[in-house]
């Protein structure tokens, strides 16, 4: 029994070689990248600016977080929900076209990889500029925000749709065409039917997400919740920080609750 | 939805041999009508108007106009705050992944048994989730004062956050009887676990922190407006000045950068899966 053990662990493939290549490659990436630290900025109060911060937050100003006038948390939530939903909903329509020329089974390879390359340069660029190309077209504002959200969301979305697209049974649409469907039959009840969970799925987690980006907007004046809690931090303002943060945390886990009920739900059928 | 078959009763289809059976209606309806209403308030809301988009469009692209020709001529001064942005995003990723791994075994109902603390765990792994990266940069901003530190601080809590969820859902789902079998002939549970349940989730959860590695480099290029170091103090600096031919500069150098960090790591996840 002993040996019989034995013998099979020496069977074992030898990794330590690269175990250690690896743990090696990991600790110079760690000590590289502690170079970029630099303490110096450390204010001697930090200790005291932080007992602050936490006491302003964890006692919020309820005026304000019941306060049902426009300045109020429950409106500025309703906004920054309207923009998330509508920059949502664009962000999907203007994905679905985007996504079908960038899948390799639909179109030849070169024009996915051109669609491709389109999608990874507008997920780059980083949200407040775009938030400051469309202040240009409406002026600051709400809408400004929701067409921010919609550019932004569209990366993520079609990523999701092109693996949709991809993993299409299309043996189906053929047993369709054999039973003599006209397109419109096909795209009905061949694509339709495969791809609609998937899509639904994705645009509520996109969702979710924009919902919890939307204080980037309001670095811009792009509308939303995230204005005026920058504007309470930047003037040391923790209560009214503390309200905002305690509607924005409470919406997005009943959010996140909701939209991972339903989602479990597409995936299941 | 039990009240949606009430309204609307089901349909009774009889089958060739005579059974019958229920086909309940169709949802649709009523999510359209949801999704109805909550456009009309969104666009009231939002003030949408696709007049202003039409006419004004173009306006979109004066200041992508303006950013060709990219000014190359600054391109020595971005090597810094693109490698700090990557540092940064380097070393918070490694933290709080590091980090993640307690808390995710302490929330994993597998290994843990007591109620409570699995819900407290799993409470405070979402709150740290939902509070927006952004605001710890800030808040980190004001305790670490301007500069790295700052951002390593909000990109280590929104990694420990993110992996934290995922490695606790993936070690519920392991294979248990490895870990069993190991604690019945008296391995302690710390040691049956790194022997029995860590090689099952580790290639899923390096490929994770990977994964929210891509995704913090071009997180930390917005982290840098609110003053916490990286490629976004200059990208802030720049547009505040209306340089934007330097702007366009940056962010083709983000891009080339993210697009090659993306690439190894895609390469290094397939070889992990």
Redesign the interface.
Request: hydrophobic share 60%.
């Given at each position: 029994m002993q040996k019989n053990i034995q013998e099979q662990l020496a069977k074992q493939p030898k990794t330590w070689i690269f175990q250690i290549v690896c743990a090696l490659i990991?600790v110079v990436?760690?000590a590289?990248?502690?170079?970029?630290?630099?303490?110096?900025?450390?204010?001697e109060g930090?200790g005291e600016?932080?007992k602050n911060?936490f006491m302003g937050i964890f006692t919020p100003d309820t005026d304000m977080l019941f306060n049902l006038t426009k300045q109020g948390v429950p409106y500025l939530l309703?906004?920054t929900?309207?923009?998330a939903?509508?920059g949502t909903?664009v962000g999907a329509i203007l994905a679905v076209p985007i996504s079908f020329l960038s899948a390799s089974n639909i179109v030849p390879k070169p024009v996915a990889l051109v669609g491709r390359f389109f999608i990874?340069?507008v997920?780059?660029?980083?949200?407040?500029?775009y938030g400051?190309?469309?202040i240009?077209?409406?002026g600051p504002?709400?809408?400004a925000?929701?067409?921010t959200m919609s550019l932004c969301s569209i990366g993520m979305v079609s990523k999701m749709y092109i693996e949709a697209i991809e993993d299409m049974d299309i043996r189906i649409l053929e047993s369709l065409d054999a039973c003599g469907c006209t397109t419109f039959q096909k795209i009905r009840y061949g694509i339709l039917p495969q791809l609609m969970p998937d899509f639904a799925s994705t645009i509520i987690y996109r969702f979710d997400m924009n919902l919890?980006?939307a204080?980037?907007l309001g670095?811009v004046g792009a509308?939303g919740i995230?204005s005026p809690?920058?504007f309470a931090?930047n003037a040391y303002r923790w209560h009214e920080?503390g309200a905002i943060?305690a509607g924005?945390?409470v919406l997005?886990?009943i959010i996140?609750f909701i939209s991972g009920r339903i989602r479990i739900k597409l995936a299941r059928g | 939805m039990n009240w949606y078959d009430k309204i609307f009763p089901p349909k009774k289809i009889v089958l060739s041999d005579g059974r019958e059976i229920l086909e309940k209606r169709s949802r649709l309806p009523l999510v359209i009508l949801l999704l109805v209403i909550?456009?009309v308030?969104?666009?009231q809301?939002?003030?949408?108007?696709f007049d202003?988009?039409i006419n004004?469009?173009k306006?979109?692209f004066?200041?992508?106009q303006q950013m060709f020709p990219p000014e190359v001529n600054y391109l020595p001064k971005i090597w810094g705050p693109l490698?700090?942005t990557?540092?940064?995003s380097?070393?918070g990723s490694?933290i709080g992944a590091l980090l993640a791994l307690p808390f995710a075994v302490l929330a994993a109902s597998n290994i843990v048994h007591n109620r409570l603390v699995i819900t407290i765990t799993r409470l405070f792994l979402?709150?740290v989730r939902?509070?927006?990266t952004?605001?710890i940069a800030?808040?980190a901003t004001?305790?670490?004062?301007?500069?790295?530190?700052a951002g390593?601080t909000a990109i280590a809590v929104f990694t420990f956050a993110y992996i934290g969820k995922l490695l606790y859902e993936q070690i519920e789902t392991v294979d248990m009887g490895a870990y069993e079998a190991m604690e019945s002939f008296g391995a302690t549970k710390v040691r049956s676990f790194f022997a029995a349940i860590l090689p099952q989730v580790l290639p899923s959860y390096i490929a994770n922190c990977l994964f929210c590695f891509e995704g913090n480099v071009?997180y930390a290029?917005?982290l840098g407006?609110?003053g916490a170091?990286g490629l976004?103090l200059i990208?802030n600096e720049k547009?505040s000045w209306r340089e934007y031919s330097s702007?366009g500069m940056i962010?083709i150098t983000?891009?080339i950068a993210?697009?090659i960090i993306?690439a190894v790591s895609h390469y290094l996840r397939k070889k992990l899966t």
């Open positions: 990991f990436l760690m590289w990248s502690t170079s970029a630290l630099n303490f110096s900025g450390i204010s930090g600016i932080t911060i309703l906004e929900m309207c923009i939903f509508l909903v990874m340069i997920r780059t660029v980083p949200a407040f500029v400051l190309m469309f240009r077209v409406t504002g709400p809408f925000g929701l067409l919890r980006d204080t980037v670095l509308g995230g809690l920058i931090m920080v943060l924005l945390i997005v886990l996140e | 909550a456009t308030v969104s666009v809301v939002t003030g949408f108007n202003v988009l004004r469009g306006e979109f004066t200041i992508i490698f700090d990557i540092k940064m380097l070393l490694a979402s709150l939902t509070v927006p952004l605001i800030l808040i004001y305790v670490f004062g301007l500069g790295t530190v390593t071009r290029a917005i407006y609110v170091g976004g990208l547009i702007v962010l983000l891009f993210v697009v993306e």
